[in-house]
C-alpha cells in the first residue's frame, strides 16, 4: 500500500492550491479515503474524508466551504481543493486510507506533503 500526496508549497493567505494523492496497492472503489493535516507541535487534525460506496463527503468544520475533496478512481487519485487558505492552515497533509465521517481514525497514509500560508 502506497499513498503519495504531492501539490503543497507556500502560497500567500487567501490563496489556492490543490493537492494530489496518488494511491496504489489498493482500490478506491472499496476504501474510504481522505486527508488530515499536522503542524508542529500540535496535534493530528482530520480535514476531510469520502466514503468509497457513496462519494458522501465529510469535512471538518475549519475547512468547510474552503475545502473540496474529490477523487478519480480510473486515476487512483484523490484530490483536495483548497481555497481562502488562512495561515492557520498551516500544516504537513496527509492522504490516508480508511477514514471515518469523525474524522478521528485513520487507517494508512503516506508521506504528506507540505502547505504553507503566509505573506
Known amino acids: 500500500v502506497q499513498l503519495q500526496a504531492s501539490g503543497g508549497g507556500l502560497v500567500q493567505p487567501g490563496g489556492s492550491l490543490r493537492l494530489s494523492c496518488v494511491v496504489s496497492g489498493f482500490s478506491l472503489d472499496y476504501y474510504n479515503i481522505g486527508w488530515f493535516r499536522q503542524a508542529p507541535g500540535k496535534e493530528r487534525e482530520g480535514v476531510s474524508c469520502m466514503f468509497s460506496r457513496n462519494a458522501k463527503t465529510y469535512y471538518a468544520d475549519s475547512v468547510k466551504g474552503r475545502f473540496t475533496i474529490s477523487r478519480d478512481n480510473a486515476k487512483n487519485t484523490v484530490y483536495l481543493q483548497m481555497s481562502g487558505l488562512k495561515p492557520g492552515d498551516t500544516a504537513r497533509y496527509y492522504c490516508?486510507?480508511?477514514?471515518?465521517?469523525?474524522?478521528?481514525?485513520?487507517?494508512?497514509w503516506g508521506q504528506g506533503t507540505q502547505v504553507t500560508v503566509s505573506s
Open positions: 490516508a486510507k480508511e477514514c471515518y465521517s469523525d474524522l478521528l481514525s485513520w487507517g494508512y
